[in-house]
């Protein structure tokens, strides 16, 4: 499949506040800038930093990312879009990323995206109406050996079923910042 740009020659940017703060840009020369060679091999880690800020990039934010690091706003849109993981639009307060991998497709993976996308209503790549779930499929988390894996937001469940599924998408608060983050589940309950 070939790699397929936007046209962002109409591309806006919103007037008013930065979306890159002060406080966003005290993180980068602080934690950043002495990590890495030059400013703009800074320039994923400050992708991460603004999408975990806004929980996607707006084409301002990216913009002003570039400025900051001295870099084409051009490159820096290229490199956000041509990453999966970065989100050039608004998503789900929760990120439900199923794998499709081999291993996890063996597994009955495409089970647990079917009926995710039943009871949420939605395709891969879709959003809920009420914006707090995107579905979307990945190649793979990793975890091949716990196979089939679901991941939310940045948590890893492993060895998961429908009804696990169901158990996991009912505990999950309305605010994901109040998500307890038990980290990777290993035992063969997905518990």
Same mark, same amino acid.
């Given at each position: 499949?070939?790699w ?15 979306? !890159?703060t002060?406080? $966003?840009?005290?993180? %980068? ?9 030059? /400013? @703009?091999?800074? +320039? ?17 934010a ?16 290229d ?21 499709r991998?081999?291993?996890c ?6 089970? !647990?995206?079917?009926? $995710?996308?039943?009871? %949420? ?6 959003t809920?109406?009420? /914006? @707090?779930?995107? +579905? ?35 505990a ?20």
């Open positions: 499949m070939p397929i740009s936007e046209d962002r020659r109409h591309t806006r940017v919103a007037e008013g506040q930065p979306l !890159l002060e406080s $966003l840009k005290a993180v %980068l020369r602080d934690k950043y800038f002495p990590r890495y060679p030059s /400013k @703009r091999a800074v +320039l994923l880690p400050a992708l991460h930093l603004l999408q975990h800020e806004y929980n996607w990039l707006p084409t301002q990216v913009q002003e990312i570039a400025e900051f690091l001295e870099i084409a706003p051009a490159e820096a849109l490199t956000a879009s041509f990453y999966e993981e970065y989100w050039l639009k608004p998503k789900g307060k929760y990120l439900l990323q199923v794998c991998s081999l291993t497709e063996l597994c009955q993976s495409e089970q !647990l995206r079917d009926h $995710l996308s039943q009871k %949420l209503n939605v395709d891969p790549g879709e809920t109406a009420d /914006k @707090r779930f995107t +579905l979307v499929e990945l190649e793979c988390l990793g975890a091949c050996g716990t196979a089939p894996v679901v991941m939310v937001n940045e948590v890893l469940h492993e060895n998961v079923t429908t009804d696990r599924l169901d158990q996991i998408i009912a999950l608060p309305e605010d994901p910042h109040d998500m307890k983050d038990p980290g990777m589940t290993w035992d063969n309950d997905g518990h």
